[in-house]
């Protein structure tokens, strides 16, 4: 079985890689349910215990899927949700966290999963209307009420971890972190230590590019995410793939994947780091589960640490860079 790690200091204890469930339902390609209900059902079998969705997923089919695969084996499980998008008409239209939306955002999560609490509930981004007091404040009182259990953020800055932690503890800050993604380094991941908050890293393969396998942006279908990802695009397609060779090339010495080789240096920069790959498919959860296996030396990890100095585009479009909090 997969060992665990804590995140945060108030209990929380999850598997040393989680699953990210977006993708079986949004982003990257059509939906399969059966092939994402096995994968689901593998990871339990395999010992993941932690599970990432959001109501903005899909939106909201997401929930339901992992709401069908997680019954029979709720009280091993720890599960993760999301609130903080304005959807209208099952479109993003912004961000939101008026206390009111809180409490009706949350009530649907735990109809959808079918579960009477929420495990890790996250502000899925930073809403700048609502001081993060108020927002802390109401989730606060979701967890007295026995319907959360802990507490987290996610693309939240400096300040907002602060005055979030200082109102009640937060256990978790989800943010993009990987090898080709290192905004966090200079200064979000030391304030997380100092505060003893963990990390869930999501796209910790760069949404597939570590791997090796990824297209140019115009090769995805139109509903495909990736099509309209600036990082796969003209220029920065070809600087990025040069990057990530070398990434390539290590595991090709280490006789492993690319992949495994970027999910061993998160987990090797921290313990209180929980990386959470997505994928719809066995095969892929696999590979990935099997990352928390590889032992990096320290000379692996400073060649890794150094291997991609910088990323060529930005990781959202302009409007989405907009919601992030730094």
């Known amino acids: 079985m997969m060992q665990k790690r804590k995140l945060g200091n108030q209990g929380l204890e999850v598997s040393a890689i989680g699953l990210g469930c977006m993708g079986m339902s949004q982003s990257y390609g059509e939906p399969n349910d059966p092939e994402s209900l096995r994968t689901l059902a593998r990871a339990i079998e395999l ?21 069908k695969a997680i019954k029979g084996h709720r009280e091993t499980l720890v599960i993760a949700t999301k609130f903080g998008f304005d959807l209208q008409d099952g479109k993003m239209v912004g961000v939101i966290s008026h206390p009111e939306h809180i409490r009706k955002a949350v009530e649907g999560s735990l109809k959808r999963l079918g579960i009477t609490h929420i495990d890790l509930l996250y502000q899925h981004r930073v809403d700048p209307s609502v001081p993060i007091e108020e927002v802390v404040g109401v989730m606060a009182k979701l967890i007295q009420e026995g319907k959360v259990r802990y507490l987290g953020l996610s ?11 200082a109102t009640h503890p937060i256990s978790a800050l989800q943010s993009e972190y990987s090898l080709w993604e290192k905004n966090l380094e200079p200064k979000i991941i030391p304030l997380l230590r100092k505060l ?11 949404r597939g590019f570590l791997t090796g396998s990824i297209k140019r942006a115009e090769e995805y279908p139109e509903k495909d995410y990736r099509r309209n990802d600036p990082r796969l695009q003209g220029k920065n397609f070809d600087a990025n793939m040069h990057a990530v060779s070398i990434v390539q090339n290590i595991a090709k010495e280490r006789r ?22 997505g994928t719809k498919r066995v095969p892929y959860l696999e590979e990935n589960i099997n990352a928390a296996n590889i032992a990096l030396t320290a000379s692996d990890m400073q060649a890794l640490d150094t291997a991609i100095p910088q990323v060529a585009g930005e990781r959202y479009s302009p409007q989405m860079m907009a919601y992030i909090d730094r």
């Open 256 to 277: 492993t994947t690319a992949a495994q080789i970027a999910l061993a240096w998160l987990l090797h920069k921290g313990d209180d780091i929980v990386p959470i790959p």
């Open 196 to 206: 003893n908050i963990g990390l869930v890293p999501f796209c910790p393969l760069g």
């Open 155 to 165: 693309e939240a800055g400096e300040e907002t971890i602060r005055r979030a932690h």
């Open 47 to 67: 010992g993941v215990t932690f599970f990432d969705t959001a109501e903005v997923y899909g939106p909201y089919i997401n929930e339901e899927l992992l709401g």
